[in-house]
């Protein structure tokens, strides 16, 4: 089963992970990292490090950021660097996070980067715009 | 048609059954029945502007779920059927649709109910209707979300 890792600034990684319990249940292989402010790169580097030591993620591992560049992706690159089997999504949101563990059994690494990215985005939509294109279907 | 899955779950279309119920039990439809809320335009609008990608949903009386169970037309449904309450699903099986197995999801609680999970909360028009569905032989587990344990529903209700 491949590890999930959620880094973020400050405490947004542990509270996303506290809101996907609430729609999937009970998370398995997962575990939150958060960067508070003060703290260095190298620092975060050894929390992803001690992170990883908690899990199995002798499948693979996905790091799952927020912004793209920001500190917990440069420090998860770091990491990402020296292995075959981790790779680094960034842009996470809750979607994101249900979408993976939802398929992540089902999937290898590549697959389920692509479907992190895809979930991220494609849940993305405006009421108005949707209520306007929307077409009813009778049985 | 092929029955995937039925869910009493009083949000109907919601994060949890739009995104892991669906994936786990495979459906390709989402037929959610409720006189009540077919009747209710806005509600069916907002319902249907959230069933997953590729996912076709329908918000449908009693009546028109049971007349399409039996329709030819629809033999490549794989349905996730939805309920708001245990009794419509009485109706439905009485009907002649042929129900396994009924998953409790979701039933707030409201005022004169009784709480027997921290989800589901029934009365006794409830209690009486999952009594009909259990000597019919249909399973009645309660479970949130797909990883959690099933907890059978009656053991919860015989002192109800």
């Known amino acids: 089963m491949i590890a999930v890792i959620v880094g973020t600034h400050g405490k947004f990684s542990e509270e996303l992970l506290r809101s996907t319990s609430m729609v999937y249940g009970q998370l398995e292989n997962v575990a939150g990292v958060t960067f508070e402010p003060g703290e260095s790169v190298s620092g975060l580097v050894d929390k992803f490090k001690a992170a990883l030591e908690t899990l199995d993620w002798s499948d693979g591992a996905i790091f799952l950021v927020d912004l793209f560049g920001g500190s917990p992706y440069n420090a998860a690159s770091r990491i990402a660097a020296g292995y075959e089997n981790i790779d680094i999504v960034s842009g996470v949101n809750l979607p994101m996070v249900v979408d993976v563990l939802v398929n992540r059994s089902s999937e290898h690494l590549e697959g389920l980067a692509q479907l992190a990215i895809s979930a991220g985005r494609d849940s993305m939509k405006s009421f108005r715009s949707i209520r306007e294109s929307q077409a009813e279907e009778e049985l | ?160």
């Open chain 2, 1 to 160: 048609m092929e029955i995937s899955f039925v869910r009493i779950d009083d949000r109907l279309i919601h994060g949890q059954v739009a995104t892991v119920w669906v994936k786990e039990t495979k459906c390709n439809k989402i037929i959610a029945v409720s006189d009540e809320v077919a009747a209710d335009t806005l509600r069916k609008t907002l319902l249907l502007q959230v069933s997953p990608p590729g996912i076709k949903a329908y918000v449908v009386t009693i009546d028109k779920a049971i007349e399409a169970y039996n329709n030819p037309k629809y033999a490549d449904f794989k349905t996730l059927f939805l309920f708001t309450n245990p009794t419509d699903v009485v109706r439905v099986v009485e009907g002649g649709v042929p129900f396994k197995s009924v998953n409790v999801g979701g039933m707030c609680y409201k005022e004169g109910k009784t709480q027997i999970t921290g989800a589901v909360s029934v009365d006794k028009q409830d209690v009486e209707a999952f009594r009909k569905l259990h000597e019919k032989g249909i399973e009645l587990e309660i479970r949130k979300v797909a990883s959690d344990p099933k907890v059978n529903l009656m053991s919860k209700i015989q002192d109800l």
